[in-house]
């Protein structure tokens, strides 16, 4: 069956990096866009863009270039998110969800990852 | 950009039907995709391209879309389905962006 399985909670402080993962089974990795949402603690569902599982193409959503970078390792079917110099305002939980290429649709999601940054 | 409105909450009695609207300019035109959020858990796809039902989705969800509303239809609503809903489309006016609305929180008396 279909999983994305993301990495564990992170608690990081103010300037540091964090590096989330996406791991998918259940499928043929490069027939799927990989994207990433993010969502803060109370708040709504926020797109973060997405990333291309056959070139590695990242495409990044308005407010979501510079510290945010998108990365893939095909050899194991994983979709990296780092995001650099964290803020307090990062504080989400950040989930990466599917997309068949061609179609528009989310259809499965990971669990998500609960970044936490706090001094 | 594109811009999705949703009501924050609706509320309705178990049994009866719950409407869930999404509005956008001339979002008849596009594509239009739901999702159910229990508290604690992923965003799951409930209604997919308007009104197409994933596998493991009762027929009691169902959806439309015509002119500047979408419209979410949970009939016989049960306690289960309390939980938060986005409608979401892609905005190609804007580098093919997803727009999601701000989400609904399903309250079932």
């Known amino acids: 069956q279909v999983q994305l399985v993301q990495s564990g909670s992170e608690l990081k402080k103010p300037g540091a990096s964090v590096k989330v993962s996406c791991k998918a089974s259940?499928?043929?990795?490069?027939?799927?866009?990989m994207n990433w949402v993010r969502q803060a603690p109370g708040q709504g569902l926020e797109w973060m863009g997405w990333?291309?599982?056959?070139?590695?193409?990242?495409t990044y959503a308005q407010g979501f270039t510079g510290r945010f970078v998108f990365s893939l390792d095909t050899s194991v079917s994983t979709a990296y998110l780092q995001i650099s110099s964290l803020k307090a305002e990062d504080t989400a939980v950040y989930y990466c969800?599917?997309?068949?290429?061609?179609?528009?649709?989310?259809?499965?999601w990971g669990q998500g990852t609960l970044v936490t940054v706090s001094s | 950009s594109y811009v999705l409105t949703q009501p924050p909450s609706v509320s309705v009695a178990p049994g009866k039907t719950a409407r869930i609207t999404c509005g956008g300019n001339?979002?008849?035109?596009?594509?239009v995709h739901w999702y159910q959020q229990k508290p604690g858990q992923a965003p799951v796809l409930v209604i997919y391209?308007?009104?197409d039902r994933p596998s493991g989705i009762p027929e009691r969800f169902s959806g439309s879309n015509s002119g500047n509303t979408a419209t979410l239809t949970i009939s016989r609503v049960e306690a289960g389905d309390e939980a938060d809903y986005y409608c979401?489309?892609?905005?190609?006016?804007?580098?093919?962006?997803?727009?999601f609305g701000g989400g609904t929180q399903l309250t079932v008396l």
């Open positions: 969800a599917r997309v068949h290429f061609g179609e528009l649709d989310f259809d499965y």
């Open positions: 259940g499928y043929t990795f490069t027939s799927y866009a």
């Open positions: 990333i291309n599982t056959n070139t590695g193409n990242p």
């Open positions: 001339n979002i008849g035109s596009k594509s």
């Open positions: 391209y308007d009104s």
């Open positions: 979401q489309v892609w905005d190609s006016s804007s580098d093919h962006s997803a727009v």
